[in-house]
């Protein structure tokens, strides 16, 4: 026998998502309240805190005034000097760029867990903290196991005979004690789903010791309403046969993608409340006010009837980071500074984008807007992944584009990078022959050759030169000037550099200079080859003098090769 195939799908959210990153980063027990601070608002609430009366929209003034014991965590901010965001003690708004990279960073290794419990094209990000997952496929073959082994009770019509009594969770309209049992194909389908739901949020708990809800039923629309039924910690189930009881009094504006416009528009024109109020509407009042289209759309959605797949997310194609400056910036000074500020932010992106899928963006752009004028946008070709060797590169390259200009008083700063795609692994094939080097550890000498970063006070490189220049306002300027043998680099920039694994020197990760070093080394191997021709014992003067297939002596002797290369 085999079962008519029908469709699962998952929401899984998790729970306060920002609280219970800073909960489990600060190895405080789940009953803490926790609030998560952004200036002098809250941005996360757990479900403790929230018990004492307080939500998003809260103050902090508030949060301790109704609970007094709360733990407030500053959200992590990128400050002056900054390589990367750090829990500073007291940000404060005019110094310091909120970072939300953390909650990043978790939401990353969550989706990692989830996205093994079903193929990539059935996964979908749906947010920093949901996901859609179309488990119908496994479900299939879970289903089809479990008939082949005679583990699935049928009744009298050969038709599932599905126990609720242990699904995890809230079976909605269900009574898994009194009544546990109901009959159908798409009930066991779903009972093998609530299965494996459990398991999955059984997994991201293990894993990562971050709770989550989900909703167990057969489309996306219905899925996320059920997960935030029974929060926290929870999953709901959602038979076919329950839909129209769950919906009727439902407000309908809770609906994905009907609580904006389009849903005001039906609750002012119509003075409709709930998906019931909704279904009194005939089609064609709904065509009249909403047009074809939508009528039928918004006719079928609030009675759960949703076909939207469940798709693949599209890496994204641009990246930026911005801050409005209250009060405007009077000095250019200041400016830089946010340019420094902005550009961290940018880089870290950028190696999270090249380390995860090895791409990088094709246009860099700044945008800045002075008071009460429009914003100036300058835009370049992005630079080489391997001239971005720190957030500097990209501080100096925006200060570049804005051409020594004044901006003041400046009141938003704008850093962007787009059209990203995979790297040309060609340009930087020349990069086998060398290593990288662990910060803070000098290279191995090598004999013969002169180890830099040896040094007890080494001199700056030519971005850290560049870069004092820009601090002490000679911005915009750049040198073309390049060492041979890579710029001398102290051990903080050594993170930066590479180690030629023929000589042992630092080489500033760069294609120039990479493509300058491996070309002195050719030119020694030609010079060596030259040395060595010529230190042969001279054949007999016949053969020497001429003859056919000789040549003559090239006047002046062999010149050095090496002539054309200097070192520093």
């Not at 939500?55 to 992590?76: D, W």
């Not at 002075?370 to 914003?375: M, R, T």
């Not at 040395?531 to 050095?560: H, M, Q």
């Amino acid at each position: 026998m085999l079962s008519p195939p029908s469709r699962v799908i998952l929401h899984i959210d998790l729970d306060a998502f920002y609280a219970q990153v800073e909960q489990v980063r600060l190895d405080l027990p789940a009953t803490v309240p926790i609030a998560v601070q952004q200036w002098q608002g809250l941005i996360a609430v757990n479900y403790p805190a929230r018990a004492c009366g307080l939500n998003k929209m809260s103050t902090v003034a508030e949060a301790r005034q109704k609970c007094p014991h709360i733990t407030l965590v500053h959200t992590a901010s990128i400050g002056p000097g900054d390589s990367v965001p750090q829990y500073h003690a007291a940000p404060k708004y005019g110094t310091h760029k909120i970072s939300l990279d953390v909650y990043r960073a978790a939401s990353k290794r969550v989706m990692q867990v989830l996205a093994r419990f079903a193929p990539p094209q059935a996964f979908e990000r749906a947010s920093v903290d949901e996901a859609y997952l179309d488990v119908s496929a496994t479900v299939d073959t879970k289903v089809a196991a479990m008939l082949a082994a005679g583990a699935v009770e049928l009744d009298a019509d050969d038709v599932p005979v599905v126990n609720w009594s242990a699904c995890e969770g809230v079976v909605a309209g269900i009574d898994k004690l009194s009544a546990p049992t109901t009959r159908g194909w798409s009930d066991l389908h779903l009972r093998v789903g609530a299965d494996l739901c459990s398991e999955i949020r059984a997994a991201v708990m293990s894993e990562l010791r971050y709770t989550c809800s989900a909703g167990v039923t057969r489309n996306k629309t219905l899925s996320k309403l059920c997960s935030a039924q029974n929060k926290p910690n929870n999953q709901t189930v959602l038979l076919d046969s329950c839909i129209d009881d769950f919906l009727r009094d439902m407000p309908f504006q809770k609906i994905r993608n009907l609580g904006g416009k389009l849903g005001g528009e039906i609750e002012e024109h119509f003075q409709a409340k709930t998906c019931g109020d909704v279904w009194k509407l005939p089609m064609q009042v709904l065509q009249a006010k909403l047009g074809e289209s939508s009528a039928v759309w918004v006719h079928d959605i609030v009675r759960g009837i949703c076909k939207e797949p469940v798709v693949q997310n599209q890496l994204q194609k641009s990246t930026g980071a911005h801050k409005n400056m209250r009060p405007p910036l009077q000095a250019m000074e200041d400016v830089w500074k946010w340019i420094d500020v902005l550009s961290c932010e940018i880089f870290l992106r950028l190696k999270e984008e090249y380390d995860t899928y090895s791409r990088w963006p094709k246009t860099f752009s700044i945008s800045i807007r002075v008071e009460g004028q429009p914003a100036t946008s300058k835009s370049a070709p992005m630079m080489p992944r391997l001239k971005v060797v720190s957030p500097e590169s990209l501080s100096k390259y925006a200060i570049s584009l804005l051409s020594n200009s004044t901006f003041i008083p400046c009141q938003s700063i704008g850093i962007g990078c787009s059209g990203f795609a995979k790297e040309d692994v060609r340009a930087t094939s020349v990069l086998k022959f060398f290593h990288k080097v662990e910060p803070g550890l000098p290279p191995e000498n090598t004999p013969g050759t002169s180890t830099i970063a040896s040094s007890d006070a080494p001199s700056p490189s030519v971005e850290e030169t560049e870069s004092n220049n820009q601090k002490t306002g000679d911005h915009g300027k750049s040198s073309a000037s390049h060492n041979f043998f890579g710029p001398k680099v102290s051990s903080q920039a050594n993170e930066y550099c590479i180690e030629c694994d023929q000589c042992g020197q630092l080489i500033a990760a760069d294609d120039v200079s990479i493509a300058e070093h491996a070309d002195y080394h050719v030119a020694c191997a030609l010079q060596k080859h030259d040395v060595e021709k010529r230190a042969r014992p001279k054949k007999d003067a016949a053969e020497s003098a001429g003859g056919k297939g000789s040549s003559k002596r090239r006047r002046g002797g062999s010149k050095d090769i090496l002539c054309y290369f200097k070192r520093q």
